[in-house]
């Protein structure tokens, strides 16, 4: 079983939450996780770059002089790549840089790089945090009583406006619910921060 500290907003733990490692598959599968990351990267790829190549710029194919005789270089048609107004060498097409992966296979690397948090010491559970209006000093001052000075998931059972507004505007802050988490997410955040209503979410306890 693994321990996981529980904090109150004011930085102190008050607790342990003891994890069975099975729940998120016993050990850290690296390669799965990488792929996983390599896929969420190509999928925010757009892939709309487009140049002309010299068939697809306006200009005759006519050769613009004779091969011999004149004093110039041998010169093609004016579409040439070597020309101004010319066709690109290697002209870029639309493409699709989009990679598919099972549902399987991204739940399960999610719940190695939740794993990897855990066995890492980054991945805290928070108590009793609740706002009733957006107040971005207080999310902050709840994040400094964690010591938390880098990237960090900040991750709700469920929606929340009055948090996720006070959160937006703190750099380096992203705020999921546990339902939306992705590999991707967990593994490039430094710290990991998971209210206990999103904690029993996770580890599949009732509500």
Not at 66 to 73: H, I, M, P, S, V
Not at 89 to 116: G, N, V, Y
């Amino acid at each position: 079983m693994l321990e996981v500290p529980v904090y109150n907003i004011d930085g102190r733990q008050i607790d342990t939450w003891k994890v069975d490692e099975a729940v998120f598959g016993g050990q850290v599968n690296a390669s799965l996780l990488k792929q996983a990351i390599v896929t969420y990267h190509a999928n925010r790829r757009v892939g709309t770059a487009s140049t002309k190549s010299r068939g697809m710029v306006a200009g005759s194919t006519r050769k613009l002089y004779r091969q011999k005789g004149t004093g110039n270089a041998r010169r093609g048609a004016i579409r040439t790549n070597i020309m101004r107004g010319g066709g690109v060498t290697f002209a870029k097409t639309p493409r699709d840089f989009r990679k598919a992966m099972p549902k399987k296979m991204r739940k399960a690397a999610l719940r190695s790089a939740i794993l990897a948090k855990i066995l890492g010491q980054d991945l805290m559970v928070l108590e009793g945090l609740k706002m009733d209006a957006p107040k971005t000093r207080q999310m902050a001052g709840v994040l400094r009583n964690l010591k938390i000075e880098r990237t960090c998931l900040l991750t709700l059972g469920q929606r929340d406006p009055n948090i996720y507004l006070s959160a937006r505007n703190i750099p380096d802050v992203t705020v999921r619910i546990a339902e939306e988490l992705n590999a991707f997410d967990v593994a490039t955040r430094r710290k990991m921060v998971v209210t206990s209503e999103a904690m029993k979410t996770l580890t599949g306890q009732e509500s």
